[in-house]
């Protein structure tokens, strides 16, 4: 049986002559949702840190799609079993998906330190423009359930041409 080398290859003639810089921006966050596809992200916002999830690869001019679960869940405990029905395959092909977990909701999180003030609602749909500055989203059809639905409505009042669909559940 041969053995396996491994072979350098350089790129002669660029694939993608003349390319803009946007829309290298463009592409290489592309292939950095498609290589961490699944894989937990945080980022820091003015109320702490927030983490999230994204599943798929962004289409041009399409909205992401953007869960946010009920109090004591996770996104994975919420949205699932959701995400996981067959008829919903077809969506999840099409649209990129971003599960925002609330701070300490997520899996393996750390107890909060003595004196931690958990933000209030405001302050958790105050976080979402940070998660999609980091994402460089545009545009959002938001998923909530519970709290989830009360945050993703208090973002929609405060950033209403971002929002272009909710779905809110059990919102009272």
Do not use: W
Request: charged share 15%; hydrophobic share 40%; net charge negative.
């Amino acid at each position: 049986m041969a053995e396996l080398q491994e072979v350098q290859i350089t790129e002669e003639k660029p694939l993608l002559p003349g390319q803009t810089p946007e829309a290298a921006k463009e592409a290489e966050l592309a292939a950095r949702i498609l290589l961490d596809q699944g894989q937990t992200h945080s980022v820091e916002t003015p109320y702490g840190s927030v983490t999230f999830t994204v599943y798929g690869t962004p289409k041009p001019k399409r909205p992401a799609i953007l869960t946010y679960h009920d109090v004591g869940l996770n996104y994975k405990s919420c949205f699932q079993p959701l995400f996981q029905f067959e008829d919903m395959q077809e969506i999840i092909q099409n649209f990129v998906r971003v599960h925002v977990d609330a701070p300490g909701m997520e899996e393996g999180a750390p107890v909060f330190p003595l004196g931690y003030q958990y933000p209030s609602l405001d302050q958790l749909a105050d976080m979402i423009p940070c998660v999609l500055q980091y994402l460089n989203f545009s545009t959002i059809i938001g998923v909530g359930v519970g709290a989830g639905a009360y945050i993703l409505a208090r973002y929609a009042l405060n950033h209403p041409d971002t929002v272009e669909g909710l779905v809110l559940i059990n919102i009272d």
